[in-house]
């Protein structure tokens, strides 16, 4: 088992025990996501798997940080974090903006360190090169969190906590305006498998917007469509861990 640092336990969360030999799972959150949104993720694949979920700062016990509002910033100082990881293999998962976020770490660690992850599953986002920007973030409160509840993310049980919304909504709004302003910049495509994962009633992200991935891999891609919207997996996560078990324990040939 990896052993978290002070270091590493400021970026990242491990919320089971996992067996001395899991392979390593690291998760980057959505839009105003904390690294607990994968904890029943985490318990689901427990022990089999080791589920490390990215915190960003600003958030939760990094509360007293600043946000930051651009991912490739953002994935600079992920980049520069998990360094310490990747003496071992490593497969990223990212959900909603967490998919750029990863997208842009694991292209930072193959082509600039030389450090390619395993696989790569991206879920509910759509190819960096198909971005669409939107203003979301410059709505005002009541704007945003109507699109909260047009998700059904986790934060809509916090909805009726008026004191609560408005706590989390700074993190929401910069996570929201970094995933809205940001700019795909071409480059060599990963080298790593990826797979596309996706609700089939998601409002925001299609089917044919998930394949466009296939251009950022010369690996293979492969995708897999599950019952549910946006957050899709987050009170029923058993679907979505078979589905990586298959990927992280009994692998296809590359």
């Known amino acids: 088992m990896l052993e978290l640092s002070p270091e590493l336990s400021l970026w990242f969360r491990r919320f089971h025990t996992p067996a001395d030999d899991a392979p390593v799972l690291v998760c980057f959150p959505h839009a105003g996501g904390s690294a607990s949104y994968f904890f029943k993720l985490s318990e689901a694949l427990s022990p089999s798997v080791d589920v490390l979920a990215v915190q960003y700062p600003g958030r939760q016990d990094r509360r007293a940080e600043r946000c930051v509002d651009n991912v490739v910033t953002l994935a600079e100082q992920v980049v520069e974090a998990?360094?310490?990881?990747?003496?071992?293999?490593?497969?990223?998962?990212?959900?909603?903006?967490?998919?750029t976020v990863g997208f842009e770490v694991a292209r930072r660690l193959e082509h600039?360190?030389?450090?390619?992850?395993?696989?790569?599953?991206?879920?509910?986002?759509?190819?960096?090169?198909?971005?669409?920007?939107?203003?979301?973030?410059?709505r005002d409160d009541d704007g945003i969190i109507a699109e909260i509840a047009r998700l059904s993310g986790t934060e809509s049980s916090l909805l009726g906590d008026e004191e609560l919304i408005r706590m989390v909504l700074p993190s929401i709004?910069?996570?929201?305006?970094?995933?809205?302003?940001?700019?795909?910049?071409?480059?060599?495509?990963?080298?790593?498998?990826?797979?596309?994962?996706?609700?089939?009633?998601?409002?925001?992200?299609?089917?044919?917007?998930?394949?466009?991935?296939?251009?950022?891999?010369?690996?293979?891609?492969?995708?897999?469509?599950?019952?549910?919207?946006?957050?899709?997996?987050?009170?029923?996560?058993?679907?979505?861990?078979?589905?990586?078990?298959?990927?992280?324990?009994?692998?296809?040939?590359?």
């Open 82 to 99: 998990i360094m310490p990881l990747t003496g071992r293999p490593l497969t990223f998962f990212g959900h909603s903006m967490g998919s």
């Open 173 to 254: 709004r910069n996570d929201y305006k970094a995933a809205e302003t940001y700019a795909y910049t071409p480059g060599p495509a990963l080298s790593s498998p990826v797979v596309g994962l996706c609700g089939d009633s998601d409002p925001r992200v299609s089917p044919e917007d998930l394949d466009g991935w296939a251009s950022h891999t010369t690996g293979s891609y492969t995708s897999k469509t599950f019952q549910g919207g946006h957050f899709y997996f987050g009170d029923t996560p058993g679907p979505l861990a078979a589905e990586i078990r298959t990927h992280l324990l009994h692998p296809t040939p590359l």
């Open 112 to 138: 600039d360190h030389g450090r390619p992850v395993e696989r790569f599953l991206v879920s509910a986002r759509c190819a960096p090169s198909l971005h669409r920007s939107a203003e979301i973030h410059k």
